[in-house]
Structures are given as structure tokens and as C-alpha cells.
């Protein structure tokens, strides 16, 4: 079965830290671009960062610095690291798998709740 299913997500205070895990089965992981996207309530969701099948990252500026995605290619898995939390890093968060071909459909894992309180 072609999956993507996150783990990780909770309750993190200002400024702490967490790490989301997302474990890929069902097709060749190691194939494809993989990336976090986050939603938070009323919003759209946005990239948060992604890897190349060769480890090339890519970060946004909203989490440069404050973020770290990495994936384990023996494992078929991929990794969010978030520091210095801020209230507006509140989302679920998403793992997605980005198609080989341009037109092709994303796909999403189920999502993970973070949620950052002061």
C-alpha cells in the first residue's frame, strides 16, 4: 500500500523543540523528492521544506535557520527537525511525496498536529 504516515506532532512550549518523523511504503522512496507542508487553522498550506534524492534542501525564509528536513533512504524515511519554536509554527503538518512528473498529484500523508503554547 502507497503510504505516508507522520508521527511526532504534539504540545511544544515557545521555543522548544520537535521532531516529525514520516515513514514512506508502497513505492521506491528513495526516488523521489520528499517534503514537509504545514496548514495552520484558516490557512493554506505551505511548503515547509524539502529534500532532493540526493540531499539537496530546500527551506523557505519563514523557517530558515530553525528547521532541518532529512530523509534515510535504507529506512524510507524522512524528518523534520524544528527549533525555537514560535507561535505561529501551530499547523498540521504534512508529509508529501512530490511527483516525478509535473502535473501529477502529491502525495500526502494524514497530517500531525503541532501545536506551540506560550
Known amino acids: 500500500q502507497v503510504q505516508l504516515v507522520e508521527s511526532g506532532g504534539g504540545l511544544v512550549q515557545l521555543g522548544g523543540s520537535l521532531r516529525l518523523s514520516c515513514a514512506a511504503s508502497?513505492?521506491?522512496?528513495?526516488?523521489?523528492?520528499m517534503a514537509w507542508y504545514r496548514q495552520p487553522p484558516e490557512k493554506e498550506r505551505d511548503l515547509v521544506a524539502s529534500?532532493?534524492?540526493?540531499?539537496?534542501?530546500f527551506y523557505p525564509d519563514s523557517v530558515k535557520g530553525r528547521v532541518t528536513i532529512s530523509r534515510d533512504n535504507e529506512k524510507n524515511t524522512v524528518h523534520l527537525q524544528m527549533n525555537s519554536l514560535k507561535s505561529e509554527d501551530t499547523a498540521v503538518y504534512y508529509c508529501?511525496?512530490?511527483?516525478?512528473?509535473?502535473?501529477?498529484?502529491?502525495?500526502w500523508g494524514q497530517g500531525t498536529q503541532v501545536t506551540v503554547s506560550s
Open positions: 508529501a511525496r512530490i511527483p516525478v512528473l509535473k502535473g501529477n498529484p502529491i502525495l
Open positions: 508502497g513505492f521506491s522512496f528513495g526516488n523521489y523528492v
Open positions: 529534500i532532493g534524492v540526493r540531499g539537496t534542501v
